[in-house]
């Protein structure tokens, strides 16, 4: 979808009216064609708008807003002057690592601020003088009350995964942190859905924003293909192997309801598939960036996960998706699934449904409004040969009902 040859200079970039500087880092980072969130949200707002974008991370969001942030600043070595709220630690860390590789050859300083490390190098850093902070809430509102994290500067003020973070619980901590930016500021916000709480939120503390929605164009959740698979529970694990190796996949993420199911999937998986490591929000922080940079480099390629951490996980190329338990929130499908296909690659995405899991399955297709088909397994059993008055035959035979009644319901209404 975007050209991956870098040009003499990135054409589409140029007009977009940025500094040399930032072509120059554009250039060497090899973007040399905006995306569609990038072209529509850039130039609004380097125009000083408050911009409210609805965008799935593998859409180039993080650049959407950091290239105009790294070109408004004024100056260095006051007071930080952008603050950028996110989710999850792992996505902060993502935006710093994205936003460096923008501000190369700038003298710009940036710094992450999340809990599950010592406070003392984040404390250093503020000390040192840093023109972008990137955290998350909680650990931003501690750095305010220890009057270690000074806001008299900031001006621009980002609210990534926005809807996310209302998800988890952050309302009261953003509002918080929202009150104590000095006006006039800049917000940006960026969601994957506009929720009406998303737009409360828009309403209450954004100034005339305007709004840029692309996600119907989005190529990301286009370019996967998407099967669900009918599984015995006690079947699912043989089901995952028997994929695993069958596909080979480059890199996979298998997402699990809980932690101790992400746990104890690995461990099973151990010894049986090679490089299979979990990663959830009980591990230490060192191995957790320990276990993404294998999986960064290729020496892990199965990565058990739970939701909440894997959906801040920025590979590009994952190839596989295994919803090996189904979500509990049909939009967690939405947001596993969009970490393959990203930036227009491929990637194929498998849902395993129990027999008793007709309900959730048919509210995801509504969801994603299409039906999805299931996939042929050859060579494998995915039920155990029983009697064809075994309870389970029943609740399969249910399943199916429940998904051909409420197609047809869809078609009704549809
Ligand atoms: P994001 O949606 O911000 O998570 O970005 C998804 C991936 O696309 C990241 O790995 C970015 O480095 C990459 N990316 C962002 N913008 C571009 C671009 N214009 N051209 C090529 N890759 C990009």
Do not use: W
Request: charged share 25%; hydrophobic share 40%; proline share 6%.
């Amino acid at each position: 979808m975007f050209p991956s040859a870098v040009e003499d200079a990135p054409p589409g970039f140029h007009s977009l009216g940025l500094s040399r500087s930032m072509l120059q880092a554009l250039k060497s980072i090899g973007y040399a064609h905006p995306s569609p969130i990038q072209a529509a949200f850039i130039p609004e707002a380097l125009d000083g708008n408050d911009v409210l974008g609805q965008a799935k991370t593998g859409t180039g969001k993080t650049a959407a807003f950091a290239i105009p942030l790294i070109e408004m600043l004024e100056g260095r070595g006051k007071g930080p002057q952008a603050l950028i709220l996110a989710p999850t630690r792992e996505l902060v860390q993502q935006i710093v690592v994205e936003m460096k590789k923008l501000a190369h050859g700038q003298d710009v300083a940036i710094c992450g601020i999340y809990g599950g490390e010592a406070i003392e190098r984040q404390l250093r850093a503020l000390h040192h003088g840093v023109d972008i902070i990137v955290g998350t809430p909680g650990r931003v509102i501690d750095h305010m009350e220890r009057k270690t994290l000074v806001m008299t500067d900031i001006f621009h003020v980002v609210l990534d995964e926005a809807d996310r973070m209302l998800d988890q619980g952050f309302r009261p901590d953003i509002e918080r942190i929202l009150r104590k930016v000095p006006n006039p500021h800049q917000t940006l916000l960026l969601s994957a859905t506009i929720s009406p709480e998303v737009r409360k939120l828009a309403e209450r503390y954004m100034f005339e924003a305007v709004e840029v929605n692309l996600s119907r164009d989005e190529p990301s959740v286009e370019s996967i293909a998407q099967y669900y698979v009918t599984v015995d529970h006690d079947r699912k694990i043989d089901l995952l192997v028997h994929l695993l190796r069958r596909d080979k996949p480059r890199q996979c993420i298998v997402f699990t309801r809980t932690k101790r199911g992400a746990d104890k999937l690995a461990l099973r998986l151990r010894g049986v598939v090679p490089g299979v490591a979990t990663i959830h929000g009980d591990l230490p922080q060192n191995a957790r960036n320990r276990v993404m940079q294998g999986f960064r480099d290729g020496s892990i390629p199965v990565l058990v996960a739970t939701d909440v951490v894997g959906r801040g996980i920025d590979v590009n190329d994952i190839s596989h998706i295994v919803n090996f338990d189904i979500p509990d929130d049909p939009e967690n499908y939405l947001h596993r699934i969009g970490r393959t296909g990203r930036m227009g690659k491929d990637g194929v995405a498998y849902l395993f449904v129990c027999p008793d899991q007709g309900e959730p399955l048919t509210s995801i297709e509504n969801l994603i409004n299409k039906t999805l088909p299931p996939l042929k397994l050859e060579d494998f059993e995915a039920h155990r040969r029983r009697a064809k008055t075994d309870s389970s035959f029943r609740m399969l035979y249910s399943t199916a009902e429940t998904r051909s009644t409420s197609q047809a319901a869809l078609r009704q209404f549809g």
